[in-house]
């Protein structure tokens, strides 16, 4: 196995944070420029900014709905055990298959897949019921 020079490792350290700085400086300055030429675009048509504001009240109106529905499935989500909610977070929110889930807990694919159809029919039937 080859050594690195700790000098060497600490510059290309540097190098890697001074370029990765440099992207995100011009990504921010290309979206500022952007969103500026929008705006000033935007002010030469009012029609179009009304209907960005009517577009504006639809979405947050269909957010308030999607919020209180959010809401309503956490209130549920912190009633369940820590295992099953484990089981939701490995594959839903880190997308890991059940092969995986599986294999970090023991158990077979079926076994997995088996708890996810209870767990998720018994949150259907929560959801509904309220």
């Known amino acids: 196995m080859k050594r690195r020079d700790p000098i060497h490792s600490a510059r290309e350290a540097q190098l890697v944070s001074y370029i990765s700085t440099i992207i995100r400086n011009t990504a ?24 960005l504001l009517r577009e504006k009240e ?19 989500l912190s009633r369940l055990p820590t295992r099953d909610l484990d089981l939701l977070v490995k594959k839903y929110v880190f997308e890991q298959t059940d092969e995986k889930i599986a294999l970090s ?10 708890r996810k159809k209870r767990l998720l029919e018994k949150l259907k039937v929560l959801l509904k019921n309220e």
């Open 28 to 51: 921010t300055n290309y979206y500022r420029a952007k969103r500026r030429s929008l705006f000033r675009e935007l002010l030469k048509e009012p029609d179009k900014v009304n209907q």
């Open 58 to 76: 639809y979405y947050q109106n269909q957010f308030s709905i999607h919020y209180s529905i959010e809401e309503e499935l956490n209130n549920h």
């Open 105 to 114: 807990e023991g158990v077979t694919k079926q076994a997995i897949n088996q």
